[in-house]
């Protein structure tokens, strides 16, 4: 069974830098690409980071120079790098795994930026 599990979100003031965590299992091999997305109340699930199976990664604007993310294939784990959070980042963040025809979504960790 595929299951991904996000972690390491929580309350951090504008500025700051939080490192989110993505563990995946139920994989065989890193043939998966990986996604960030996050999600306020009342609007769509934004994307705003991917990882494809060959490594290429790719960052929405509004993340663009402030988040990096990155792969360990050898733990099955994606991070997130969060620099420079702003108040607008606020958010609960899902990572989501996509192999052949197949797509897994973690169940979010909540991202808080206070002023």
């Known amino acids: 069974e595929v299951q991904l599990v996000e972690s390491g979100g929580g309350l951090v003031q504008a500025g700051g830098s939080l490192r989110l965590s993505c563990a995946a299992s139920?994989?065989?091999?890193?043939?998966?690409?990986i996604a960030w997305f996050r999600q306020t109340p009342g609007k769509d699930r934004e994307g705003i980071s991917c990882?494809?199976?060959?490594?290429?990664?790719h960052y929405a604007d509004s993340v663009e120079g402030r988040f990096t993310s990155s792969r360990d294939n050898d733990k099955n784990t994606v991070y997130l790098q969060m620099n420079s959070l702003k108040i607008e980042d606020t958010a609960v963040y899902y990572c989501?795994?996509?192999?052949?025809?197949?797509?897994?979504w973690g169940q979010g960790t909540q991202v808080t930026v206070s002023s």
């Open positions: 989501k795994a996509v192999r052949l025809l197949s797509e897994y």
């Open positions: 990882i494809t199976e060959n490594g290429k990664i």
């Open positions: 139920g994989f065989t091999g890193d043939d998966y690409a």
